[in-house]
């Protein structure tokens, strides 16, 4: 528990999220926020009122978790140097750090307008997506997962099916949780995704096609079937801490580092450039209306892609 002001506060937030139709879930990633933030606040003696925040403290909010070890339940997390072959505690990656920040914001921002004052996040200098490149995950890590998932049970057929869709067509979380059952076309395997940039169809390959298949079937016979939500959970439509859930289970069963989705997305993007995929195509299929967005996903494969071609090409057995 937090400073009884600062619980006020967020129960106060709280009502507002619900009251405009936030998730209990959205509700959930921006409380993870909350709490790291006023934790930090406390330790460097910034008091336990929100008015007073600056910019500069936020500022120095993000550059506190460029020093911290990255963590997994309070456990903090090894990795190792590929320099010297020492383990040493992971750092906070910078997606973490945007994705902190991003989840803040909207409690500063509720807060500013109750109070008719300026938010901190007016000023705040924003992590930049480009100080990062998002680790693919390896097809044979994803084939790891998919083995985790064998069966023929309700959970094995949907945990299946969500991989397979995720690693078909790079879709954005928000997409695959906002598919329906009538979002996949079962005799010509086109899927329709909706989502923060409008609604596209992709194209499912036949594997994937035929995991959805079995999925559905599983499906019918749950007791929240009537329900217009392709991915269903115990009680009902499955939601974002649901996948990533379900990912970091699969991913330790299969004895693997977790995943999160937008690595999933990452690693389509890298191997439709890998297999040729043209910048139009990667557009109309991953969603993006800019090429700046085509360039970024996979971004940390780059130099992988390049040394295949240049040995698939290899001008010296040319000369």
């Known amino acids: ?25 959205t509700a959930a990633i921006y409380r993870k926020s909350f709490d790291d933030f006023w934790r930090w606040a406390d330790a460097a003696g910034l008091g336990h009122d929100p008015g007073a925040i600056t910019y500069r403290d936020v500022n120095a909010w993000v550059d ?24 040493v505690p992971k750092k906070v990656t910078a997606s ?6 991003q989840n803040l914001r909207p409690f500063f921002t509720w807060w500013a307008d109750e109070m008719q004052e300026p938010s ?6 924003p992590p930049k997506l480009e100080a990062f490149d998002v680790e693919v995950v390896s097809f044979d890590d994803i084939r790891l997962l998919l083995h985790a998932c064998d069966g023929i049970g309700f959970e094995a057929r949907r945990d299946t ?7 078909d067509t790079g ?35 036949p594997s994937t096609g035929e995991a959805l298949a079995r999925y559905i079937r599983v499906r019918a016979r749950h007791t929240r079937s009537e329900l217009a939500a392709m ?19 699969r991913g330790d069963q299969a004895g693997i580092p977790r995943v999160h989705p937008h690595q999933i997305r990452h690693t389509w993007a890298h191997e439709m450039k890998r297999a040729g995929a043209g910048e139009s195509d990667l557009m109309a299929l991953g969603g993006w209306s800019t090429a700046a967005m085509v360039h970024r996903y ?10 295949e071609t240049g040995r698939r090409i290899a001008i010296g057995d040319r000369l």
């Open 1 to 25: 528990m937090l400073h009884p002001h600062l619980e006020d506060a967020w129960s106060d937030f709280r009502r507002s999220l619900a009251r405009k139709g936030r998730s209990a879930d």
């Open 64 to 87: 506190s978790m460029l020093d911290r070890p990255a963590t997994r339940g309070g456990t903090v997390q090894f990795a190792t140097d590929p320099h010297t072959g020492e383990r």
């Open 96 to 101: 973490t750090i945007r994705i902190r920040w």
């Open 231 to 249: 991915w269903l959970g115990l009680r009902g439509p499955l939601g974002a801490s649901g996948v990533a859930q379900m990912l970091n289970r």
């Open 161 to 167: 099916a969500i991989i397979r869709v995720l690693a």
């Open 298 to 307: 996979g971004r940390s494969a780059a130099v992988a892609r390049a040394h």
């Open 171 to 205: 879709a954005r979380v928000g997409e695959l949780l906002a598919m329906t059952t009538g979002s996949w076309d079962r005799r010509t395997d086109v899927l329709t995704l909706s989502g923060k940039t409008g609604t596209r169809t992709v194209p499912v390959s």
């Open 120 to 125: 901190p996040f007016d000023r705040a200098d």
